[in-house]
T-cell receptor, first 114, second 114 residues
């Protein structure tokens, strides 16, 4: 158990809908990262937050948004969902702003868009 | 142009042998970090090892070491004395410090044979 929790574990929804994925980092970790893993695109970095502030942005679509709350948990919001958004979404956390040491991954949320 | 190249889509190795997984990268940023991750068939992501571009010594973590050849832009992962539990997908990734984005390779699927 990495200490990073993600909910829900599985999510099935229809095209056009909006969903929210939640991540709680390991105790003491200030950085949260979101990744998307799909068969088409492979593994992609979406976004990083550090202590509530956006730190780095990867290939995150405009339909997607994220935030990190004062208690350091983070949410990834996906809207106007398309079939191609079906993927495994990982959250990870690390202590510092730069992941030079351990990054701890959550179990992932499997999103299926039908 | 691909920034991270993993040329071995799959590898079969006998148990107890050493394994080298290849990774080459492309960047003009003098400051960057290189990572390796493991993804077993169960799906979770596990951070293995990190190497900074200014680190003088090759990174090591237990049975894992990173063979960093800066001039060749190579960051191969070496697993010593392979075990059946090493069978997994392995991803190489790079983070350029100018924009903090993390870019992944397509991965190498490693099979350890008994």
């Amino acid at each position: 158990d990495s200490g990073v929790t993600q909910t829900p574990k599985h999510l099935i929804t229809a095209t056009g809908q909006r969903v929210t994925l939640r991540c709680s980092p390991r105790s003491g970790d200030l950085s949260v990262y979101w990744y998307q893993q799909s068969l088409d695109q492979g593994l992609q970095f979406l976004i990083q937050y550090y202590n509530g502030e956006e730190r780095a942005k990867g290939n995150i679509l405009e339909r997607f948004s994220a935030q990190q709350f004062p208690d350091l948990h983070s949410e990834l919001n996906l809207s106007s969902l398309e079939l191609g958004d079906s993927a495994l979404y990982f959250c990870a956390s690390s202590v510092g702003v730069v992941p030079t040491y351990e990054q701890y991954f959550g179990p992932g949320t499997r999103l299926t868009v039908t | 142009a691909q920034k991270i190249t993993q040329t071995q889509p799959g590898m079969f190795v006998q148990e107890k042998e050493a394994v080298t997984l290849d990774c080459t990268y492309d960047t003009s940023d003098p400051s960057y970090g290189l990572f390796w991750y493991k993804q077993p068939s169960s799906g979770e992501m596990i951070f293995l090892i990190y190497q900074g571009s200014y680190d003088q010594q090759n990174a090591t973590e237990g049975r894992y070491s990173l063979n960093f050849q800066k001039a060749r832009k190579s960051a191969n992962l070496v697993i010593s004395a392979s075990q059946l539990g090493d069978s997994a997908m392995y991803f190489c990734a790079m983070r350029e410090n100018r924009d903090d984005k993390i870019i992944f390779g397509k991965g190498t699927r490693l099979h350890i044979l008994p």
